[in-house]
């Protein structure tokens, strides 16, 4: 039986927008510096939010179902409990039924978190470790509990299973182990531009708009990808506990893509921000002739 990690505490469902809704788990991806939930862009069967260099974020889970689930979340293809290179079998955190909650850092122990904050590749997280493939991705590998055995109102046993049904219980050695904390990297702060909202262009002048967006598209230079760094310690309350799953293949794996604003500009996922308008020459600008300059 694996020793996974179960909130401490129960969070309010958020009216907030998932970035990837799925069967049963919700996902978002929030930037803690601003409080706003990322918004999403599709692009081949794919969703991707832009991430601010050196702004925190935290991994919004919202359990959709009666019935606990196991959450077990990848960023940059690492385990953030763990720290292991992600894989679906490993540990993670279970949602009580309709909970929501924010994951907000690399676990750390049972009581901290490193956090997560989005910074220049080389200093990722998993780039620091040796890990650089899988940079850019955030997933959650999503299992249903295994069903109980009911009997006059009371739990005779888990189905094919001989343990008895335990809440809580204290970690074996080795799970402490895993917990170790290793050095903290600074988050590096750094400005991007605001994005424009696109709008619409006059009926005339579309196929100008459109030429002049698709030229600023190519011409759009690409940037270091991002990733998502070991940032401060915080505090972040969890405890032990029992989970068995009903299969040993995930029920549902919701995955989202970021990087830098340039980045999915030049990539074609996000809009390019409006060209100025084009202005006409006018035959009458002025009323009288002014004195030439010099």
């Known amino acids: 039986m694996k020793t996974l990690l ?36 599709p692009r081949d069967g794919k969703y991707y939010v832009i991430g601010v260099p050196g702004h925190r974020y935290g991994v919004r889970l919202v359990n959709r179902t009666g019935a606990r689930v196991l959450a ?8 953030a409990v763990s720290g ?23 676990r750390k122990s049972m009581n901290e978190v490193a956090q997560f904050n989005f910074t ?8 620091r470790t040796g890990r650089p493939d899988n940079v850019g991705v955030i997933g959650v590998a999503v299992f249903r509990e295994k069903p ?40 590096q702060a ?7 909202k696109s709008t619409a262009a006059p009926a005339g002048s579309l196929a100008r708009a459109d030429e002049s967006a698709n030229a600023m598209r190519r011409e759009a230079k690409s940037e270091e990808s991002l990733g998502t760094g ?7 309350n969890v405890s032990y506990t029992k989970f068995e799953r009903a299969s040993a293949h995930p029920d549902e ?18 809009p390019p921000p409006p060209a100025p308008p084009q202005r006409d020459p006018q035959p009458f600008p002025q009323t009288f002739v002014p004195d030439p300059a010099g």
């Open 6 to 41: 179960h909130l401490a505490m129960l969070a309010a469902l958020s009216c907030t927008p998932a970035v990837h809704a799925g069967s049963l788990i919700d996902v978002g991806v929030v930037d803690r510096d601003t409080g706003a939930t990322l918004p999403a862009y």
């Open 72 to 79: 077990v979340l990848a960023v940059d293809g690492v385990n």
């Open 84 to 106: 292991e290179t992600a894989n679906p079998d490993q540990s993670g955190y279970v949602l009580d039924p309709y909970q929501s909650t924010e994951i907000d850092g690399w």
């Open 120 to 127: 220049a590749l080389p200093n990722s997280y998993a780039v």
């Open 148 to 187: 109980l055995l009911w009997r006059e109102g009371r739990v005779l046993e888990k189905i094919s299973a001989d343990a008895p049904l335990a809440d809580r219980y204290t970690p074996p050695p080795a799970a402490a182990a895993q917990a170790a904390s290793r050095p903290a990297m600074p988050a």
């Open 190 to 196: 750094a400005e991007v531009g605001s994005m424009a």
């Open 230 to 236: 070991h940032g401060a310690r915080e505090a972040s």
């Open 253 to 270: 794996i919701v995955s989202v893509w970021y990087d830098s604003y340039r980045n999915l500009v030049a990539r074609g996922v996000v």
